[in-house]
Structures are given as C-alpha cells and as structure tokens.
C-alpha cells in the first residue's frame, strides 16, 4: 500500500476520533482542503504522521483546540465583497421594512466581521431595534472573539473602504474607538445578538428566520453536507425570507434548489418560495 492511501486511512480515523471525543463531525468536509489544513496543523506541531497526530489529540485536548483552530477557518473582512452588502441594503432591506420584527442568522459567524457588518447596516437602515441577531460558529474561540469586538487597527482601513463601497450612510469611525492595541467597536452594536455554539454538521434548526448569511462555509463540504445545511437553512426561514451565500456558492446543483427562487442571481442571495 503506497504512502498516500495510508495517509487516506490515517486522516479518516483521525476525523472519527475527533467526533467521538470532541463530537466536531468533519467526517463530510471536502478532502481536499481537510487534507490541507490537517498536514497544516500536523507540521506546525511538529509532528510526524497523522497517526502520532491522533494519538495525542484523544488524549490532551489543548492538542484538540490547537487542530481545531487550523479545521475552522478565520478568515474575513468588515463589508467583505461590498456588493453583497450594496444589494442587502438596495434590494433586500426594502422587503425586510414589511416585518414588524425580524430575525437574522449569521450560520459561520468566525470572528464576527460579518456579524458587526450586517449590525451597522441595519442600524444605517433604521431596522437594528426591530432585529434580533443570531451568531454562530463551531469554534468557541472565534465566538468570544465577536463577542469582544476588537480588532487589529492595520485591518481598519480595508474596513473602511469597504463600507464605504457597500453603501454606508455614515463614517465607519462612528462605530469604534481606539484602545487595547486595536478598534474597538460599540457594544451596542452587539446588545441584541444571540451568541451560539452551533454545527450545520450535526445541529437543528433556528426558526422562523427573515435573512441568513452563511458566506464561504459550504465550500468545505462535500455534496451530501452542503445539501444537509441548506435543508437546514430552508426550514429555518419563513416563507419569502433571504439567503445569502458566497461568491463561490451557489444552489445551482442542490437537491433542493427547487425551494428557492434567484432573487439576486450575481450576488447569491435566494429567497425561499412559499410553497
């Protein structure tokens, strides 16, 4: 047997071991970029086979929360990709105003950059005390990173651009100050949001939501999954509510395309039919 199909085996008893100790299911992630990132964690910690790897996860979980940190990725912006913000205010806000009251889910929340996006563009519209925020992610600390709303000052003016290009009605530097070596943005911004540990693996729904936003998630997934989490997010919503994916996601091939209508095709935002 040549190195990469043991190699194979090791990486899916590896996964299994982290889902019957930690009960994180990775099992039905894309191989590809789970490969990746294991030999990531593997090499960083200088260890020498994914077998070695296993052993010391099942039995320190410090060594679980450092792989755990390389399987969840971090990575995003305030106002990532401005147009999907510029199309939420322009095309989907509009229909939001109807609602007496809404729900909004953030499914992959990571640090919260899209969380504190989605908070300040709501604000901006005048629909922030109406809207009750849900934010969640499989990884506690990148929970408690959103919850505490600092981040880097060398990312701020990347920020700023981007709000700038989503739509802004006010100056990005109305929402935050300077201190602790970082921006720190208002607290009231996360006063009405609901922070939750949370798998589109393994958990249920939230209901009767009015927007979703789960951007650069499901790319990681293999088919059967993303079809899983999308099941999920249909019978989150209401009926007329708003998905929101990212740029390289789409419902194109999803068993259950047919529960969602195109409502800005470029952007990636679906609205779910009535029936």
């Given amino acids: 047997m040549d190195a ?28 590809a970029s789970i490969r990746r990132r294991l030999r990531q964690a593997r090499e960083r910690m200088g260890i020498k086979t994914f077998s070695a790897l296993q052993d010391k996860l099942l039995h320190d979980p410090a060594v679980a929360g450092q792989v755990l940190r390389f399987m969840t990725v971090q990575v995003s912006d305030f106002f990532r990709d401005p147009s999907y913000f510029r199309t939420l205010r322009e095309k989907v806000v509009p229909h939001l ?4 009251s809404l729900k909004v889910w953030i499914a992959g929340c990571s640090a919260g950059e899209e969380l504190h996006s989605l908070a300040i563009l709501f604000r901006e519209e005048g629909l ?7 934010a969640t992610d ?35 530097s109305d929402y935050y100050t300077t201190g602790y ?11 009405r949001v609901v922070f939750s540990d949370h798998s589109l693996v393994t958990d249920a729904v939230f209901s009767e939501m009015h927007l979703i936003s789960c ?5 990681y997934f293999d088919r059967d999954l993303q079809d899983r989490a999308i099941a999920l997010f249909r019978d989150s ?5 708003f998905l929101g994916l990212g740029s390289k996601e789409s419902l194109r091939f999803s068993a259950h ?14 609205q779910r039919r009535k029936a």
């Fill in 4 to 31: 990469e199909k043991v190699e194979d085996i090791e990486i899916r008893l590896l996964l299994e071991a982290i889902y019957r100790r930690y009960h994180y299911d990775f099992r039905n992630y894309a191989q």
């Fill in 97 to 100: 105003r109807t609602y007496p």
């Fill in 138 to 172: 499989i990884n506690q600390e990148a929970l408690e990173i959103a919850a505490r709303g600092i981040y880097p000052l060398d990312r701020l003016k990347a920020f700023t651009e981007n709000h700038r290009l989503s739509g802004g009605k006010s100056s990005l």
């Fill in 237 to 241: 919503l209401i009926r007329n509510g």
């Fill in 181 to 191: 070596g970082g921006a720190v943005f208002d607290k009231s911004l996360r006063e």
């Fill in 128 to 134: 922030e005390e109406r809207t009750l925020f849900y």
């Fill in 257 to 270: 395309s047919a529960d969602f209508a195109d409502f800005a095709r470029e952007e990636k935002i679906y």
């Fill in 215 to 219: 951007r650069n998630v499901m790319i």
